[in-house]
């Protein structure tokens, strides 16, 4: 049972908008730790998505941004295209300092 | 370019040992940490260890915590993850991945190796 609670699956048609969201406590995300995000397309290792919360990497493109609020956070994924199917990951630490990962969403797109 | 090549994976009887290498390039192995994920056939991402970049401090998972230990040679910018007593459960995909500090970005990720254990 992960720490970080996100739903299990989500699914939108293409050019659409979809929200994953990922659940922590006052021990973690809650405390002002970072969450960051990462995406694992079928077969591949995850590739970092979002970091710090809000930030993308060089070469991601605009279209997935990430929140912050409270104990939880969201990415959303606007525009969506039939690549962005695949398995979304969110990241934080609790007080000790170890990583922790949410349970995975499964992204479809219709 | 930045890489990191995961190596040593392989199937095992329960109980038996194994030890996987993490061979890093392209960066400045000295400045970043280095963990070990894991991910069983059709779950999700579940965090094992980390060696910090000052080459002494390290930390594990509970489900690994005295079976498994972390270890790094500078001269060769490689990590490696001595998995002992291995148990049926801790078959999966072990991926390593670098990060900048304590609580940053896995910012790259290898490519993983497969443990199997099995009788």
């Known amino acids: 049972q992960a720490v970080l609670t996100q739903p299990p699956s989500v699914s939108g048609a293409p050019g659409q908008r979809v929200t994953i969201s990922c659940t922590g406590s006052s021990s973690n995300i809650g405390a002002g730790y970072d969450v960051h995000w990462y995406q694992q397309l079928p077969g591949e290792a995850p590739k970092l998505l979002v970091y710090?919360?809000?930030i993308r990497p060089s070469g991601v493109p605009d279209r997935f941004s990430g929140s912050k609020s409270g104990t939880s956070a969201s990415l959303a994924i606007t525009g969506l295209q039939a690549e962005d199917e695949a398995d979304y990951y969110c990241h934080s630490y609790d007080s000790s300092l170890s990583p922790l990962f949410g349970g995975g969403t499964k992204l479809t797109v219709l | 370019q930045v890489q990191l090549v995961e190596s040593g994976g392989g199937e095992v009887q329960p109980g038996r040992s194994l030890r996987l290498s993490c061979a890093a390039s392209g960066f400045s192995f000295s400045d970043y940490g280095i963990h070990w994920v894991r991910q069983a056939p059709g779950k999700g991402l579940e965090w094992v260890a980390v060696?910090?970049?000052?080459?002494?401090?390290?930390k594990y998972a509970d489900s690994v915590k005295g079976r498994f230990a972390i270890s790094r040679d500078k001269s060769e910018n490689t990590v490696y993850l001595q998995m002992d007593s291995l148990r049926v459960e801790d078959t999966a995909v072990y991926y390593c991945?670098?990060?900048?500090?304590?609580?940053?970005?896995?910012?790259?990720w290898g490519q993983g190796t497969l443990v199997t254990v099995s009788s």
């Open positions: 060696m910090w970049n000052d080459g002494v401090n390290k």
């Open positions: 710090d919360n809000t």
């Open positions: 991945a670098r990060a900048l500090y304590s609580s940053s970005s896995f910012n790259h």
